[in-house]
């Protein structure tokens, strides 16, 4: 099982909300300064594209489709990363990725890209 899992996709329509959750499925993310976390999509017959990202100190950043819609946040007691998203449009339909570089379990660090296996949000017109 990848480390990474996420889930909360779905379908809605136009000006609807989902939240993801990407969790750390057996491992902890770090916290160090290599604890930045992204989230990105890849919708058919695109490239995948960054979406958001937040990093250590928490600073956040979006790209300009996303920006005062999705909101990126991640709880250290749950351990896991969000992407609330508001007034979705169907050009935000996508396969939804998260990314991070840092895991630890059993008291080692491990450096690697992780990705999670992706959460399918469909938005309807």
């Known amino acids: 099982q990848a480390p990474l899992v996420e889930s909360g996709g779905g379908s809605v329509q136009a000006g609807g909300s989902l939240r993801l959750s990407c969790a750390a499925s057996?491992?902890?993310?770090?916290?160090?300064?290599?604890?930045?976390k992204q989230w990105y999509r890849q919708a058919p017959g695109a490239d995948r594209e960054f979406v958001s990202g937040?990093?250590?100190?928490?600073?956040?950043n979006y790209a300009d489709s996303v920006k005062g819609r999705f909101t990126i946040s991640f709880d250290n007691a749950e351990n896991t990363l969000y992407l609330l998203m508001n007034s979705l449009k169907p050009e935000d339909t996508a396969m939804y990725y998260c990314?991070?570089?840092?895991?630890?379990?059993?008291?080692?660090?491990?450096?690697?890209?992780?990705w999670g296996q992706g959460t399918q949000v469909t938005v309807s017109s």
């Open positions: 990314k991070t570089r840092c895991l630890v379990r059993g008291g080692i660090t491990y450096l690697d890209d992780y």
């Open positions: 057996g491992y902890t993310y770090c916290s160090s300064k290599l604890n930045d």
């Open positions: 937040i990093e250590s100190d928490g600073m956040t």
